[in-house]
């Protein structure tokens, strides 16, 4: 899967992309990521990308001429792909949409906007989706797009070293994770619980579903009513109601 992006700033891109996981993605070839500076796209001496918002106002407006050159250098290959500007406005982002996104397997072309806005005949004309990771304002596009292109990334196949952690977090999908334990058994004083050193997978199983339930109803209760529990869940819970009563 290939990602391009439009930025004044590529140079955010090169130390997250170049660490870890997903710099061995790109190795692997499993993704490509192209940045590409809106200034290259400039036809002015000063580099120009941006100008006075018609009709007065705080805060300047990005120019469309550069963006409309650019996309249309960078879609001249014809390849197709899926052009997603990142801004408050657009859809909220989530798993689902990133789960979706890594299914689909089109190449994407991220737009990220500095300033106050980018002029609105880039959205009408270039954009296929606009897309928000949440109801905040940033100073830029660049870090939204870096945060689709991570969780989108660890969806594709061989991405994440075991592929194993990924079926058992849909396992768990649509309820908050477990506690998580590594060693010592004891730390001042602090025991890891009894269970997760007992070697019984099926009551490891057991506890981890059952905190994990715990922790979604007391921070995520809007996750429990979503989400599509089993009839073992609603016995967990109802053990966790009952064990609340007796703290009282
Ligand atoms: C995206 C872009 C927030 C988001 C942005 C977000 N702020 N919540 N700022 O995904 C145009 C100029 C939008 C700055 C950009």
Not at 151 to 180: C, M
Not at 210 to 221: D, S, V
Request: proline share 5%; with cysteine.
């Amino acid at each position: 899967m290939k990602f391009d992006i439009i930025t004044i700033f590529p140079e955010i891109f090169n130390s997250y992309l170049n660490e870890s996981i997903l710099k061995r993605a790109i190795e692997k070839k499993i993704i490509e990521v192209k940045v590409y500076n809106l200034r290259d796209f400039t036809t002015d001496k000063h580099r120009t990308v941006d100008d006075y918002p018609y009709g007065g106002g705080a805060g300047m407006v990005m120019k469309p001429e550069p963006f409309f050159k650019a996309i249309e250098t960078i879609k001249a290959d014809g390849v197709p792909r899926r052009t997603i500007m990142l801004s408050p406005q657009g859809k909220v982002f989530n798993q689902d949409v990133a789960f979706s996104m890594s299914k689909e397997n089109h190449d994407l072309l991220f737009i990220c906007g500095r300033y106050e806005a980018i002029d609105e005949r880039v959205r009408e004309c270039l954009v296929d989706e606009e897309i928000s990771i949440g109801d905040y304002i940033l100073t830029g596009g660049e870090l939204p797009a870096l945060v689709i292109i991570d969780s989108i990334a660890r969806l594709i196949p061989g991405v994440l070293g075991d592929e194993r952690s990924k079926e058992e977090e849909s396992f768990t999908w649509g309820i908050l994770d477990y506690p998580h334990y590594t060693r010592p058994p004891e730390f001042r004083g602090l025991r890891v619980p009894d269970v997760l050193l007992s070697g019984n997978h099926k009551d490891i199983l057991l506890w981890r579903r059952k905190e994990a339930l715990r922790r979604t109803i007391l921070r995520r209760p809007d996750l429990i009513e979503k989400g599509s529990l089993t009839d073992e869940d609603y016995k967990l819970i109802s053990e966790i109601r009952e064990e609340k009563d007796e703290s009282y």
